[in-house]
């Protein structure tokens, strides 16, 4: 998925500076949550898929309809209809290209709103500081002016973003709630669950699964059942385990 393929000239003549690399994603992409927020009609894009695509696809598509340099930014009109999950996949693709350790997380932030939504972002490896950073490319002066985000998205603090397995395991011991992490209306432990699974599955490699497909299920498999407990905590605490083949619910 982070494979730029034919395209990893382009990839490597990019600057190295994080921060840049958020800029030029921001030129090319564009949340489809966020149409209106760029003065777009949200009714001209019913038809846009949601789905995650390759780096070398993505790609693909951006320059057959622009081909003009990367670091050219595209109108909002003229961007790639992405979610967040595309942000994360093509900031990893950029720095994988420059041999800077870099993986996508999934998890829950809370700088969209009162609650936990579901997320994703970037996480590299900061040699400086020998430390895992998070950096979140969606978050351009739009969002952030919006949301009213006061940190540098290059260095997400982990009080504003939490992995899915970091917030299983603060609602198991108490310290917060199931009820405030999800998407929209869909909130719970279950949501969390899925996000768990989907956090393990992408520091395998897997950074689309049929879990993505969690909409389909119906309130009745929304639930997690006493024997998911103890799997859940082992992939909370330890998600880069080899991956364990997980079937959703509702399939």
């Not at 693709?93 to 969209?112: I, M, Q, S």
Request: with cysteine; proline share 5%; net charge negative.
């Amino acid at each position: 998925m982070s494979d730029p393929a034919a395209h990893i000239s382009r990839i490597v003549e990019l600057p190295s500076d994080i921060g840049a690399l958020n800029r030029i994603l921001q030129g090319l992409l564009i949340h489809s949550e966020w149409l209106t927020a760029y003065g777009l009609d949200a009714a001209d894009y019913q038809a846009v898929s949601r789905e995650t695509l390759p780096v070398a696809a993505r790609l693909d598509a951006i320059l057959a309809r622009d081909s003009q340099d990367l670091r050219s930014p595209k109108p909002p009109a003229r961007r790639a209809v992405g979610t967040c999950r595309d942000f994360a996949l093509m900031l990893c693709a950029a720095l994988r290209a420059k041999n800077t350790p870099a993986r996508v997380r999934c998890g829950f932030a809370n700088y969209f709103g009162l609650s936990w939504e579901d997320h994703w972002v970037c996480e590299y490896w900061d040699r400086e500081t020998r430390q895992w950073r998070l950096s979140d490319a969606q978050l351009d002066s739009v969002i952030a002016t919006r949301c009213r985000i006061e940190f540098d998205p290059i260095d997400v603090p982990r009080r504003a973003f939490m992995t899915a397995g970091e917030a299983w395991l603060a609602c198991r011991d108490g310290t917060l709630n199931f009820a405030y992490f999800g998407h929209a209306s869909v909130t719970g432990a279950s949501f969390i669950k899925i996000n768990v699974v989907r956090d393990h599955y992408v520091l395998n490699g897997r950074e689309t699964s049929e879990w993505d497909g969690w909409r389909a299920a119906s309130a009745g498999n929304r639930v997690v059942a006493d024997h998911e407990v103890g799997l859940l905590d082992d992939l909370a605490v330890h998600p880069e385990q080899p991956l364990v083949e997980i079937a959703p619910d509702w399939l």
